[in-house]
T-cell receptor, first 109, second 114 residues
């Protein structure tokens, strides 16, 4: 079967750095996405990786290592508004997105 | 309209009733999707459409049907609602169904079946 694993919940301090891990087992791989979802709102796109390595976008970076079925999202200089769920999704061989259950990130002052 | 709209925002529905959730996008995206999101589970694909006139089944299609008569609209119908269909439903669209295209989500419909 297909499976995406992420920690259920993480806590971090304002101004700090946090790394959210995602491991996957899917039938085929055509890219990995990270989305942010604030409570009661729709998911919004953060990043896309299809090749191994690090993609940086301001305070957010995403890393992929395909041979390990592994990705992480790195958030720097955390702000209170970063409190949200972070969803990892893999596009499989049928080009459909398989979603993890999400990691709820709690930021404390 | 900017992006994707969904209606209604929320609904309480008696079991056995028929219900259509509406979704409209103004981005001229070819691909559209319906997901349900339940606590503790990832988004699960119900149905999708890669282009107007075509539809496909996702991971959890039973009890749901869709149509794609034009590019903009992608309604989801529950023929006879059951309590297990209580969920938050998200419609999404992407420029195409290829690998690098991100999906844009509507605000969601919160459905409770009693």
């Amino acid at each position: 079967g297909q499976n995406i694993d992420q920690p259920t919940e993480m806590t971090a301090t304002e101004g700090a750095i946090v790394q959210i891990n995602c491991t996957y087992q899917t039938s085929g791989f055509n890219g990995l996405f990270w989305y942010q979802q604030h409570a009661g709102e729709a998911p919004t796109f953060l990043s896309y990786n299809v090749l191994d390595g690090l993609e940086e976008k301001g305070r957010f970076s995403s890393f992929l290592r395909r041979s390990k079925g592994y990705s992480y999202l790195l958030l720097k200089e955390l702000q209170m508004k970063d409190s949200a769920s972070y969803l990892c999704a893999v596009r499989d061989s049928n080009y459909q997105l398989i979603w993890g259950a999400g990691t709820k990130l709690i930021i404390k002052p | 309209i900017a992006g994707i709209t969904q209606a209604p925002t929320s609904q309480i529905l008696a079991a056995g009733r028929r219900m259509t959730l509406r979704c409209t996008q103004d981005m001229r995206h070819n691909a559209m999707y319906w997901y349900r999101q339940d606590l503790g589970l990832g988004l699960r694909l119900i149905h999708y459409s890669n282009t107007a006139g075509t539809t496909g089944k996702g991971e959890v299609p039973d009890g749901y049907s869709v149509s794609r008569a034009n590019t903009d609209d992608f309604p989801l119908t529950l023929a006879s609602a059951v309590p297990s269909q209580t969920s938050v439903y998200f419609c999404a669209s992407s420029e195409a169904s290829g690998s690098s295209y991100e999906q844009y989500f509507g605000p969601g419909t919160r459905l409770t079946v009693t």
